[in-house]
């Protein structure tokens, strides 16, 4: 048996669909449901159990699973409440960090690339820990993920004793199918695809840089298949362990989002550029790209899809359909 911790959000949905999709049947999923449709990012799927996280320590005594994928969090950029969100993303991490480890069961767990902050300490996924202690998040998400990758490389370079497997991903701008649930947290293509698809105008920020166009801001866009990709290649291969970058390595502009959007369906683009507020210029980040590297030299050869590809598929296969639900 295999326990997805978030599996019924976006990325936690779509590993579940790839472990089905394997012939996984045995696979319990750790979410709060809740009243935002989540569960319908889980309609078609065979799942063996649902367990609320509260009560999640105790449904594992005893038991004997394959792996732990642990993706459930508070992912809100914009989250306040400390004591939930380290209750949630840090100590519950630390718990299931111990029980896999007393039970030699592999940990397969989401970091973020929101660890990194405003990118000023460059974007490399340098797992010492001298190398985590320079990065600065930006936000309480971000930090309670620093924390917990900082716990893990303390454990490791103290040579203490972890998971037989243990890996930790920084994920950059995942998009796809199933994250409808996500509100303002959708990405900016989602958000804005009923517009494109209507052919209302679609507004993006103007640029307040020199030298850096209009839309031209740019971000490490990743397709939610390529994320749940490195994920399967890690259960498959338990000899790798570490801390890894899961981005594309090349960053794309948001006009070359919207763009790509508009040749999926064969439409005319109706971009318009507005002011960013005042509020966030200066701490708005205009790029980020993932290296890449390490996670390359471990042995992850099935490469990341183009950007227009990528947005392709979604847009055919799932945001222009009357059911967008994988």
């Given at each position: 048996?295999?326990?997805?911790?978030?599996?019924?959000?976006?990325?936690?949905?779509?590993?579940?669909?790839a472990l089905n999709d394997a012939g996984r049947a045995d696979v319990a999923v750790c979410d709060v449901l809740g009243h935002d449709g989540k569960w319908r990012n889980l309609a078609k799927r065979q799942?063996?159990?649902?367990?609320?996280?509260?009560?999640?320590?105790?449904?594992?005594?005893?038991?004997?699973?394959?792996?732990?994928?642990?993706?459930?969090?508070?992912?809100?950029?914009t989250a306040t409440d400390g004591d939930l969100v380290i209750e949630t993303n840090f100590r519950l991490s630390m718990r299931l960090l111990d029980w896999c480890t007393a039970n030699a069961t592999p940990l397969i767990y989401a970091s973020s690339a929101a660890t990194y902050g405003d990118g000023a300490q460059g974007f490399a996924d340098d797992p010492s820990?001298?190398?985590?202690?320079?990065?600065?998040?930006?936000?309480?998400?971000?930090?309670?993920?620093?924390?917990?990758?900082?716990?893990?490389?303390?454990?490791?370079?103290?040579?203490?004793?972890?998971?037989?497997?243990?890996?930790?991903?920084?994920?950059?701008?995942?998009?796809?199918?199933?994250?409808?649930?996500?509100?303002?947290?959708?990405?900016?293509?989602?958000?804005?695809?009923?517009?494109?698809?209507?052919?209302?105008?679609?507004?993006?920020?103007?640029?307040?840089?020199?030298?850096?166009?209009?839309?031209?801001?740019?971000?490490?866009?990743?397709?939610?298949?390529?994320?749940?990709?490195?994920?399967?290649?890690?259960?498959?291969?338990?000899?790798?362990?570490?801390?890894?970058?899961?981005?594309?390595?090349?960053?794309?502009?948001?006009?070359?989002?919207?763009?790509?959007?508009?040749?999926?369906?064969?439409?005319?683009?109706?971009?318009?550029?507005?002011?960013?507020?005042?509020?966030?210029?200066?701490?708005?980040?205009?790029?980020?790209?993932?290296?890449?590297?390490?996670?390359?030299?471990?042995?992850?050869?099935?490469?990341?899809?183009?950007?227009?590809?990528?947005?392709?598929?979604?847009?055919?296969?799932?945001?222009?359909?009357?059911?967008?639900?994988?």
């Amino acid at each position: 048996m295999l326990l997805v911790t978030g599996g019924a959000g976006f990325i936690g949905s779509n590993v579940v669909a790839a472990l089905n999709d394997a012939g996984r049947a045995d696979v319990a999923v750790c979410d709060v449901l809740g009243h935002d449709g989540k569960w319908r990012n889980l309609a078609k799927r065979q799942l063996a159990d649902i367990v609320p996280p509260a009560q999640v320590m105790d449904w594992l005594k005893g038991r004997r699973l394959d792996a732990v994928l642990h993706l459930g969090a508070i992912s809100e950029t914009t989250a306040t409440d400390g004591d939930l969100v380290i209750e949630t993303n840090f100590r519950l991490s630390m718990r299931l960090l111990d029980w896999c480890t007393a039970n030699a069961t592999p940990l397969i767990y989401a970091s973020s690339a929101a660890t990194y902050g405003d990118g000023a300490q460059g974007f490399a996924d340098d797992p010492s820990l001298a190398a985590l202690k320079t990065l600065r998040p930006m936000n309480l998400y971000g930090w309670s993920k620093h924390l917990f990758d900082m716990a893990v490389a303390e454990r490791a370079a103290r040579g203490e004793k972890l998971p037989p497997q243990w890996a930790g991903l920084k994920f950059f701008n995942v998009f796809g199918p199933n994250e409808y649930h996500k509100g303002a947290m959708m990405s900016v293509l989602t958000r804005r695809f009923d517009d494109i698809k209507a052919g209302r105008v679609v507004e993006l920020f103007k640029s307040h840089r020199d030298g850096i166009a209009d839309g031209d801001q740019r971000r490490d866009f990743i397709y939610v298949d390529n994320v749940v990709r490195v994920m399967m290649w890690l259960l498959a291969t338990p000899s790798v362990s570490g801390l890894f970058n899961v981005g594309t390595g090349h960053a794309r502009s948001f006009k070359d989002l919207m763009l790509s959007a508009y040749a999926a369906l064969g439409t005319a683009p109706n971009i318009r550029y507005i002011d960013m507020p005042v509020a966030i210029r200066d701490s708005y980040q205009y790029f980020t790209q993932s290296d890449v590297d390490r996670l390359q030299r471990a042995g992850y050869n099935g490469g990341f899809t183009a950007l227009e590809d990528a947005v392709g598929l979604y847009v055919n296969g799932y945001l222009d359909r009357a059911d967008r639900f994988r």
